[in-house]
């Protein structure tokens, strides 16, 4: 059983949205029902046998899910912001900022008719500030491009500054309930070690995880099995004692042997003395107000290295983060 851990926030639900077709379900053979779902051993493959069993592990994982705020609503734009703070920032972080952030920007146009500074303070704690520039860049173009409405087809979304094909993917299973698969580093670790039992391109990870989607379920199952990525089948050390699909995993069955099919996972470099460190010194520091010309080293809390801090201020500058006024103060844009 998974462990449901309640976390602040709520929000209002509002009604779910239409269901456009995107093409998923290219390789499995899957709209069997009665395909061996309870014979021992390890029953799915990628010939489809198991699908049915596999697909109930995943689907009764609806029951313990974590009450993140966001899953209590199918409104398109606030389902966007979450999958876009969710990016690179812990779920947990994400819940207060994301409520804060959708009560003042509560649709496309107030996020795009606000100034790119007041959506980075909005940001506050989130980190990976380039996000809210992007986020208010893609309002922006829902603006004038989609009468302020957030597209519910995969090609629009992908058109949109920013958003690639996990956000696209995301806001289409989690807003508009479409049966299409959200792959994520969670999801291609799960689907590595139960389904292929080996490492794959993420072609194919995608084409395999579009196929699996229960025709009708492709909210839950997408919530089902990004919940068992982040909290069963994690990377360095799998609960599969605790899996639904215990019984239906390659690795698992093969006796997790080396290499670990999840394995070559891309490790995020050490965040303490980069230059990603600075840079949010300086934009946390900037939401209080201008750096004056001279100061930014001792900001970026490089004092002894004005030349790595001037770079990283121009960083900001090229990411549309900051302008510098014509005393050659920096400031949010
Ligand atoms: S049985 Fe273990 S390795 Fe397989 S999907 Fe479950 S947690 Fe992951």
Same mark, same amino acid.
């Given at each position: 059983? #998974?462990?449901?851990?309640? #976390?602040?926030?709520?929000?209002?639900?509002?009604?779910?949205?239409?269901?456009?077709?995107?093409?998923?379900?290219?390789?499995?053979?899957?709209?069997?029902?009665?395909?061996?779902?309870?014979?021992?051993?390890?029953?799915?493959?990628?010939?489809?046998?198991?699908?049915?069993?596999?697909?109930?592990?995943?689907?009764?994982?609806?029951?313990?899910?974590?009450?993140?705020?966001?899953?209590? &609503?199918?409104?398109?734009?606030?389902?966007?912001?979450?999958?876009?703070?969710? $990016?690179?920032?812990?779920?947990?972080?994400?819940?207060?900022?994301?409520?804060?952030?959708?009560?003042?920007?509560?649709?496309?146009?107030?996020?795009?008719?606000?100034?790119?500074?007041?959506?980075?303070?909005?940001?506050?704690?989130?980190?990976?500030?380039?996000?809210?520039?992007?986020?208010?860049?893609?309002?922006?173009?829902?603006?004038?491009?989609?009468?302020?409405?957030?597209?519910?087809?995969?090609?629009?979304?992908?058109?949109?500054?920013?958003?690639?094909?996990?956000?696209?993917?995301?806001?289409?299973?989690?807003?508009?309930?479409?049966?299409?698969?959200?792959? !994520?580093?969670?999801?291609?670790?799960?689907?590595?070690?139960?389904?292929?039992?080996?490492?794959?391109?993420?072609?194919?990870?995608?084409?395999?995880? !579009?196929?699996?989607?229960?025709?009708?379920?492709?909210?839950?199952?997408?919530?089902?099995?990004?919940?068992?990525?982040?909290?069963?089948?994690?990377?360095?050390?799998?609960?599969?004692?605790?899996?639904?699909?215990?019984?239906?995993? $390659?690795?698992?069955?093969?006796?997790?042997?080396?290499?670990?099919?999840?394995?070559? &996972?891309?490790?995020?470099?050490?965040?303490?003395?980069?230059?990603?460190?600075?840079?949010?010194?300086?934009?946390?520091?900037?939401?209080?107000?201008?750096?004056?010309?001279?100061?930014?080293?001792?900001?970026?809390?490089?004092?002894?290295?004005?030349?790595?801090?001037?770079?990283?201020?121009?960083?900001? #500058?090229?990411?549309?983060?900051?302008?510098? !006024?014509?005393?050659?103060?920096?400031?949010?844009?």
């Amino acid at each position: 059983m #998974l462990v449901s851990a309640p #976390l602040a926030g709520s929000v209002r639900v509002p009604a779910g949205g239409s269901r456009p077709d995107v093409g998923a379900h290219q390789v499995l053979s899957v709209s069997g029902e009665s395909d061996g779902a309870d014979a021992p051993g390890p029953v799915l493959d990628p010939a489809g046998r198991g699908v049915a069993a596999f697909r109930r592990g995943i689907l009764g994982l609806q029951a313990v899910l974590r009450p993140l705020p966001w899953r209590q &609503t199918r409104a398109p734009w606030p389902v966007m912001v979450s999958e876009v703070m969710l $990016q690179q920032t812990q779920a947990s972080r994400v819940v207060g900022p994301w409520v804060d952030f959708v009560a003042q920007f509560p649709d496309p146009g107030t996020c795009a008719a606000a100034p790119t500074g007041a959506v980075v303070r909005a940001w506050a704690g989130l980190g990976y500030n380039r996000r809210a520039v992007r986020l208010r860049a893609a309002a922006a173009a829902m603006v004038e491009r989609h009468a302020s409405q957030v597209p519910a087809d995969l090609h629009d979304l992908l058109a949109l500054p920013g958003i690639g094909p996990y956000t696209a993917r995301a806001v289409l299973a989690f807003a508009y309930e479409q049966d299409v698969a959200v792959v !994520d580093t969670n999801v291609r670790r799960v689907l590595s070690r139960s389904v292929l039992g080996r490492r794959a391109a993420p072609g194919e990870l995608q084409a395999l995880a !579009d196929a699996l989607v229960p025709p009708g379920r492709g909210w839950a199952w997408n919530q089902g099995i990004l919940e068992l990525g982040a909290t069963v089948c994690t990377s360095r050390a799998p609960r599969c004692e605790r899996c639904p699909l215990e019984r239906h995993c $390659q690795w698992r069955a093969a006796g997790r042997p080396d290499p670990d099919p999840a394995a070559g &996972t891309p490790v995020q470099a050490p965040f303490d003395g980069s230059d990603r460190q600075g840079r949010g010194r300086l934009v946390q520091r900037l939401r209080a107000g201008p750096l004056a010309a001279g100061t930014l080293a001792a900001a970026a809390g490089w004092p002894d290295d004005p030349e790595r801090a001037e770079r990283v201020a121009g960083m900001l #500058l090229a990411d549309g983060l900051a302008v510098r !006024d014509s005393s050659g103060a920096l400031r949010l844009a």
